[in-house]
């Protein structure tokens, strides 16, 4: 039996809104608001607790050490930790914050995952996503890459790779811009990589307002890494237009899950050519695609509601699931379409509402929160057990959150020296609980 298991990034105690993703309206229109550490943080462990209520396999990834002090002193900044901070708050309340992002919770660009049914030497494989265009993420791909180590251990089984190089030509975001088509999650199937822009051939079409964080080359590099080929990859230019409009991540317009591909209308740059090349990849499996019009749901709405941000699951039962946030029902066109989606001809009978606003007010929806592993029998069997949802460790790590985290955080906080304390206390004991070993800086 193999699993599709979503590994979700657990929100780290810094959570803050500092407005530093351009191109992500959410992250834009609600940079400084106060933020709620703790209840993001149960947000997330709900949301890992109510899809494994569903029978589903789910994983929990820790997050990153932040404040990143390292980061801060190669920066320059200097003394003891106090001092940093408070330098670093004088001098660029920008880069502090930054220093200071919980972003590493949306685990859906911590790195891209092939499964082992897609890879030349049959073992599963992980590439950290540089996550260059950012820089407040583009200092999280080292110790993703130390704790995917740490939970796939197993080198018969999983392959980790580096992160490309730390250039705009290979803009790297992980799974965010990947999905994968399949008949069966143990089959061999068509892992599609969606780009934003090409970095050497000029003459293909690029956004012009907001930018393309994912390259075709940072996609092709991945694909040759896993040892992907021609039959089972598919490289497809997202549609540049709504990069313009707030489409940060081919995520936040598109999900696919096994044989069902679920978009919006404006995706892609040449949906017709798309659908066509699917089908003739995967000539015996019956695909659905479920694509939405602009009179059903116009693009604004999508992007608000974070419609196509879902998680689409298969259950037991063999039907499929959308896990929906809590904003798609507040807004009209898309609970209407959403009320009448699981009556239409499709695999997709239910509609599950979770809440993860803390999340969403920075742009990350339910699908950005997790990393798909799809895992056979073995696999799982080798997989750091700690890191597996249960009640117990879902019990554990509330309380652990009750112990740790504040429920109020401004940018005026992120100079408490207190906070640096109090972060690396919850995250000391939370590499016991998940059983990581020493994988930050400070314990190193
Ligand atoms: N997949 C969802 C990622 C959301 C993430 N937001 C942020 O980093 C916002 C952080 C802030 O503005 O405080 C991003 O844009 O990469």
Redesign the pocket.
């Known amino acids: 039996m193999t699993h599709e298991v979503n590994f979700d990034g657990l929100v780290g105690p810094t959570h ?6 351009y ?2 309206v ?3 229109q ?2 400084h608001v106060h933020s709620n550490p703790k209840q993001a943080a149960k947000q997330g462990l709900q949301k890992m607790h109510r899809l494994s209520e569903l029978g589903l396999v789910q994983g929990v990834l820790a997050p990153q050490e932040r404040p990143d002090m390292a980061t801060l002193r190669q920066l320059g900044f200097s003394g003891n930790d106090a001092q940093v901070l408070e330098k670093a708050y004088r001098d660029s309340p920008a880069l502090l ?1 930054a220093c200071y ?1 919980a ?1 590493s919770m ?1 685990t ?2 911590a790195a891209t995952v092939s499964p082992s049914a897609d890879t030349q030497d049959g073992r599963v494989h992980f590439t950290p996503a540089n ?1 260059v265009n ?1 820089f ?2 583009a200092i999280e791909h080292e110790v993703t890459g130390r704790i995917l180590r740490r939970v796939f251990p197993d080198e018969t089984y999983f392959c980790h790779h580096s992160a490309l190089p730390s250039h705009e030509a290979l803009g790297d ?1 992980g799974a ?1 811009n990947h999905t994968r088509l399949c008949a069966r999650y143990d089959r061999p199937g068509l892992e599609l990589f969606v780009y934003g822009r090409s970095a050497f051939d000029s003459s293909q079409a690029a956004p012009k307002r907001y930018p393309a964080r994912q390259t075709l080359e940072g996609s092709q590099a991945v694909a040759r890494l896993h040892g992907l080929n021609e039959s089972n990859t598919l490289f497809i230019a997202q549609n540049p237009a709504v990069i313009d409009q707030g489409v ?2 081919n ?2 317009i598109a999900v696919g899950n096994q044989n069902v591909l679920f978009y919006h209308q404006s995706a892609f740059l040449d949906t017709q050519s798309v659908l066509q090349q699917i089908r003739q990849k995967m000539p015996d499996t019956q695909l659905h695609f479920i694509e939405v019009a602009p009179n059903q749901v116009p693009l604004s709405d999508a992007i608000r509601s974070y419609l196509f ?1 879902t998680q689409l699951v298969t259950l037991k039962s063999g039907h499929m699931a959308l896990i929906a946030p809590t904003e798609c029902a507040e807004i009209s066109s898309v609970n209407a379409y959403l009320e009448q989606l699981p009556s239409l001809n499709t695999p997709i009978k239910e509609v599950h509402y979770i809440d993860v606003k803390q999340s969403m007010q ?4 339910p699908a ?1 929160l997790r990393l798909r592993v799809a895992l056979n029998k073995a696999e799982l069997a080798a997989t750091n057990p700690a890191c597996l949802m249960s009640q117990t460790l879902f019990n554990r790590l509330n309380r652990w959150i009750d112990q740790h985290y504040r429920d109020r955080l401004t940018l005026n906080d992120l100079r408490d020296p207190a906070l640096l304390q109090e972060s690396r206390t919850a995250l000391d004991e939370l590499t016991q609980i998940l059983q990581l070993g020493g994988v930050y800086p400070f314990q190193r």
């Open positions: 803050n809104y500092a407005g530093l993703s191109g992500n959410a992250s834009h609600h940079a914050a992002s972003s949306w859906a660009n996550l950012k407040h993420r975001e965010a940060f991540h995520d936040v941000n920075n742009g990350g929806g950005c």
